[in-house]
T-cell receptor, first 117, second 113 residues
Framework: GAVVSQHPSRVICKSGTSVKIECRSL??????MFWYRQFPKQSLMLMAT?????????EQGVEKDKFLINHASLTLSTLTVTSAHPEDSSFYIC?????????????FGPGTRLTVL | GDSVTQMEGPVTLSEEAFLTINCTYT??????LFWYVQYPGEGLQLLLK?????DKGSNKGFEATYRKETTSFHLEKGSVQVSDSAVYFC????????????FGKGTKLTVNP
């Protein structure tokens, strides 16, 4: 099956610094990638959708200047949390889809645990 | 807006017990419905799906039937195993070209030997 990786798996940073999270589709071309945020005992909340080569579409309430998304190639998308603060601490999950294999299926990465001190 | 409600966990069962995890949804039109499973330390994996009313999705002994009249998609398994311990998420995707998934809160299942 299709594999999506995320790096790093966990990161701890100081308040005010920026953190970059990578999402890679390892064995297929991802025309669309999604970034989710998951709080403890809560559902996955979609933050933004990115299509390769175009700007990301952010969900209502998500600050695009704070959560920078780049989808520069068909196998890589990055999420940069700029000037991170403790309230940004969360579990960030990416998923990838490919129109060629059907839009119903998204393949999920294992997630990145961000802790901001 | 579209939403998914699934039963609160955690659920703890003994091996070979019957499992039901309830899921109901609210959506305009006719969404596709999914169950995803997240094993410890891993990403979400698609478990099964149904795309229209009365469809039954099945995989690894799990089943769920798309019930339009009750707007439900309950997950069932006749005999659970320890290896089924995981968090289960119900989700929907509305028609109309958008690929966005709307998830329930997840239900943690623990199966004891």
């Amino acid at each position: 099956g299709a594999v999506v990786s995320q790096h790093p798996s966990r990161v701890i940073c100081k308040s005010g610094t920026s953190v970059k999270i990578e999402c890679r589709s390892l064995d297929f071309q991802a025309t669309t990638m999604f970034w989710y945020r998951q709080f403890p005992k809560q559902s996955l909340m979609l933050m933004a959708t990115s299509n390769e080569g175009s700007k990301a579409t952010y969900e209502q309430g998500v600050e695009k200047d704070k959560f920078l998304i780049n989808h520069a190639s068909l196998t890589l998308s990055t999420l940069t949390v700029t000037s991170a603060h403790p309230e940004d601490s969360s579990f960030y999950i990416c998923s990838a889809g490919n129109r060629g294999v059907g839009t119903d299926t998204q393949y999920f990465g294992p997630g990145t645990r961000l802790t901001v001190l | 807006g579209d939403s998914v409600t699934q039963m609160e966990g955690p659920v703890t069962l003994s091996e070979e017990a019957f499992l039901t995890i309830n899921c109901t949804y609210t959506a305009t039109g006719y969404p596709s419905l999914f169950w995803y499973v997240q094993y410890p330390g891993e990403g979400l994996q698609l478990l099964l799906k149904a795309t229209k009313a009365d469809d039954k999705g099945s995989n690894k002994g799990f089943e769920a039937t798309y019930r339009k009249e009750t707007t439900s998609f309950h997950l069932e398994k006749g005999s659970v195993q320890v290896s089924d311990s995981a968090v289960y998420f119900c989700a929907l995707k509305t028609q109309g070209g958008s690929e966005k998934l709307v998830f329930g809160k997840g239900t943690k299942l623990t199966v004891n030997p």
